[in-house]
């Protein structure tokens, strides 16, 4: 009988996680950093489909999609940030997060 209830909260308990992993919150740059230097040496463009995040390697390309809206973007990964990710702001406006300057966004790594 306990095999029978362990499998089940097991179950349960990965897909909770997995879900978790899924949704972050995604912000944008202010137009302070246009010119100034990124994490990987690049000079950040506010015009380019480019992100911060605080742990996928430099290079790596995302398809960030706004939660509320469904509205999708592909950014590539050139900074860090201490938060989900951190749009450029052509991406933000893509996703419509710049009229609420902050929205839940799932993140699929493309390449």
Not at 80 to 85: A, E, H, T, V, W
Request: with cysteine; charged share 10%.
């Amino acid at each position: 009988m306990l095999k029978k209830l362990i499998v089940p909260l097991t179950i349960a308990a990965s897909v909770l996680f997995q879900s978790a992993a899924l949704a972050q919150t995604a912000t944008y740059y202010s137009d302070y950093y246009q010119g100034r230097q990124t994490a990987s040496g690049e000079i950040f463009d506010t015009w380019g489909n480019t992100a911060a995040h605080p742990s996928l390697p430099f290079g790596t390309w995302v398809q960030v999609t706004n939660l509320n809206n469904g509205a999708s973007v592909n950014v590539r990964i050139n900074d860090r940030c201490n938060c989900g990710i951190d749009l450029s702001k052509a991406a933000a406006g893509q996703i419509g997060l710049l009229q609420t300057g902050v929205a839940p966004v799932s993140i699929q790594v493309l390449r």
